[in-house]
């Protein structure tokens, strides 16, 4: 079946720093991959979406590019900022309508 | 705004108790689902709603019961026969069927409720 297959935490980082997040999947076809993240006590936020074969998603300067020859999609950041501590979750829908399977998930924290 | 409501934020059940878990949502989504969150586990689906009246089982839905009697409400009741019930529930909705233009169906959570049971 659909799966996702992200790397293990935490990963602890000094402020500016590089972010990498390695997220593979394995699915039928090209579905659309998403990365969310849980801030500590919170429920999940979409962070980015990509919804075909070499797509890049972004937001908050956050990038990850859906690589069909790797079948990957991997979260980076170049600066990360102590606001960035959190749980990241990379995650493909099993069907039309929504339901996702996530990933374990990958605890980051941002040390000053 | 629109969003999901969920209540109570904290819950502590004694053993053999049933506590229903409420979530609600003004986002006139039409799918709903449970998720069920433990350290180092990633997220679990429970059960999952496409539409009103109707609803089917996740990964994990021994143990748990839900109803969809209005489109806004998923309620889930975590019953006595859930043999390891602590942890931190999460409720979503999505579009379902009615995607956005992008064709992506973005899931969008509410903010849990950790379930304690003593």
């Known amino acids: 079946g659909d799966s996702v297959t992200q790397m293990e935490g935490p990963v602890t980082l000094s402020e500016e720093a590089f972010l990498t997040i390695n997220c593979t999947y394995t699915?039928?076809?090209?579905?659309?991959l998403f990365w969310y993240v849980q801030y500590p006590g919170e429920g999940l936020q979409l962070l980015l979406k990509?919804?075909?074969?070499?797509d890049k998603g972004s937001n908050k300067g956050f990038e990850a590019t859906y690589r069909k020859e790797t079948t990957s999609f991997h979260l980076e950041k170049g600066s990360v900022q102590v606001s960035d501590s959190a749980v990241y979750f990379c995650?493909?829908?099993?069907?039309?309508?929504?339901?996702?399977?996530f990933g374990a998930g990958t605890q980051v924290v941002v040390t000053p | 705004d629109g969003g999901i409501t969920q209540s109570p934020k904290y819950l502590f059940r004694k053993e053999g108790q049933n506590v229903t878990l409420s979530c609600e949502q003004n986002?006139?989504?039409?799918?709903m689902y449970w998720y069920r969150q433990d350290p180092g586990q990633g997220l679990r689906l429970i059960y999952y709603?496409?539409?009103?009246?109707?609803?089917q089982k996740g990964d994990i839905a021994e143990g748990y019961s839900v109803s969809r009697e209005k489109k806004e409400s998923f309620p889930l009741t975590v019953t006595s026969a859930q043999k390891n019930p602590t942890a931190f529930y999460l409720c979503?909705?999505?579009?379902?069927?009615?995607?956005?233009?992008?064709?992506?169906?973005?899931?969008?959570f509410g903010a849990g409720s950790r379930l304690t049971v003593l």
């Open positions: 995650a493909l829908p099993t069907d039309s309508w929504g339901k996702l399977q």
């Open positions: 699915a039928t076809g090209y579905p659309s």
């Open positions: 986002l006139n989504h039409d799918a």
């Open positions: 990509a919804t075909k074969a070499d």
């Open positions: 709603s496409q539409i009103v009246n109707d609803f």
């Open positions: 979503a909705s999505s579009l379902g069927q009615r995607r956005t233009l992008s064709g992506a169906n973005v899931l969008t």
